[in-house]
């Protein structure tokens, strides 16, 4: 994905599908008058960040992938020896063990 200087988002080089070379230039002149007064202000901003943005950053920080984990299923996916434990699902969703809420 590709962020141009305008504002467009997107994978393709170009222009947004269906925008006019009008719309896209007050784009560009808006984003270049943003950027300017910016430049030009020397004030500080002070954010601050919630104790719950700061815990599923932590969280997200924490999540590891195995990834000889996930060769090994998607290699028993792929061969069909992959078998699921109907029963053992069952229970865990029973016991809640897993439950990331």
């Keep these: 994905m590709?962020?141009?200087?305008?504002?467009y988002i997107g994978g393709?080089?170009?222009a947004a599908a269906g925008a006019s070379a009008k719309a896209r230039e007050a784009q560009a002149r808006s984003?270049?008058?943003a950027g300017g007064a910016q430049s030009e202000s020397n004030e500080s901003v002070k954010?601050?960040?919630s104790a719950r943005a700061r815990e599923l950053a932590a969280t997200q920080a924490a999540d590891h992938v195995d990834e000889a984990k996930v060769v090994k299923l998607r290699t028993a996916i792929d061969d069909g020896t992959f078998k699921v434990d109907a029963h053992k699902i069952a229970q865990k969703i029973v016991d809640g063990d897993g439950d990331r809420t």
Excluded: L
């Excluded at 590709?2 to 504002?7: E, L, P, Q, T, W």
């Design 2 to 7: 590709r962020v141009k200087s305008d504002g």
């Design 12 to 14: 393709a080089p170009g």
């Design 47 to 49: 954010v601050t960040v």
């Design 31 to 33: 984003a270049q008058e």
